[in-house]
């Protein structure tokens, strides 16, 4: 990368060059760009897809002749509050999935891999909680982290009860299925990845792919949920681009397993992390509840 990036310097003849983060930002007389390293062809394609739907939220390719480096330009981010940025970014990605929607004919196999999948992962880790439990519980004088989880574990439970039984109401619905509803997805999303300007722009496109809709929510979901009010983000979302029943359901299960809480370093430590996840349980159990009883309301 170092290479190219000195031989667009020879042809840009930047008077300023900064490093930020993970690209490199050219100021020159043509201009201002920002130069990233690419692995494969997976930015323009997905450019390329995006035009031909009447998409062009991103920052536009300068240059996509070298094949280790993409040369886009530059769009200056004006400063909002995090909260004013993640409801512009949802207000795109819901159009994002409304150009790009269509229904996919899948094998009978198809959602039988989905629910084994997500049925071994509920399983797992209730045997991991029920051992880490049972330990626990034999520890005569608990440390803090053991204290605080144990008082917690019935909360961990719980939310593992609701995925399995929510799983098996799921696969009731979508067995017998021979379509499955996918759109393009950006699969990386988070509030810096979106820039605003003139109008709004999703950036770092190189793991976007074809899947359902609802992983763009759980990325997002998961990366953020400790600084963003997600009720009144999946709400106006899901107003713009309505989730049918059953992927609202495998949304809530996805997003209902418990993280696996490891009591191994220091204890102040392991106590934050502990803390940590379970404010994301406790967050995650009450926006599921409000989201349930908003669309049952509808």
Do not use: C
Not at 281 to 292: A, C, D, G, S, Y
Request: proline residues 3%; charged residues 30%.
């Amino acid at each position: 990368m170092n290479n190219s990036i000195d031989e667009i310097k020879q042809e840009y003849k930047p008077y300023r060059v900064t490093k930020k983060k993970n690209v490199t930002i050219l100021d020159s007389t043509k201009g201002t760009f920002v130069i990233k390293s690419k692995s494969n062809e997976k930015v323009k394609d997905a450019y390329n897809y995006l035009i031909s739907r009447n998409f062009d939220y991103f920052p536009k390719l300068a240059s996509e002749m070298r094949s280790d480096v993409n040369v886009f330009e530059y769009v200056e981010d004006i400063a909002m509050p995090k909260e004013q940025k993640a409801s512009d970014m949802i207000d795109i990605v819901a159009l994002l999935h409304n150009k790009t929607t269509y229904y996919k004919e899948i094998t009978e196999d198809k959602y039988k891999e989905i629910y084994e999948g997500l049925d071994n992962n509920i399983n797992y880790t209730k045997n991991y909680y029920d051992n880490l439990y049972y330990r626990l519980i034999e520890i005569t004088i608990p440390s803090p982290s053991q204290y605080l989880l144990l008082r917690n574990m019935y909360k961990l439970f719980a939310a593992l009860d609701f995925a399995h039984q929510e799983l098996e109401d799921w696969y009731e619905l979508v067995k017998s299925e021979k379509k499955q509803r996918v759109a393009f997805i950006h699969n990386n999303l988070e509030t810096d990845h979106f820039i605003r300007n003139s109008k709004g722009y999703l950036i770092s496109w190189e793991k976007a792919k074809i899947d359902s809709p609802i992983l763009d929510l759980i990325n997002f979901y998961q990366r953020e949920y400790m600084n963003l009010d997600f009720e009144t983000l999946f709400i106006k979302y899901m107003k713009s681009y309505p989730l049918n029943k059953e992927e609202q359901k495998l949304l809530f299960i996805v997003l209902s397993i418990p993280p696996m809480i490891k009591l191994e370093g220091r204890e102040y430590v392991v106590v934050s992390n502990i803390r940590k996840k379970l404010d994301y349980i406790f967050k995650t159990e009450n926006l599921v509840q409000k989201l349930r009883i908003t669309n049952e309301d509808k």
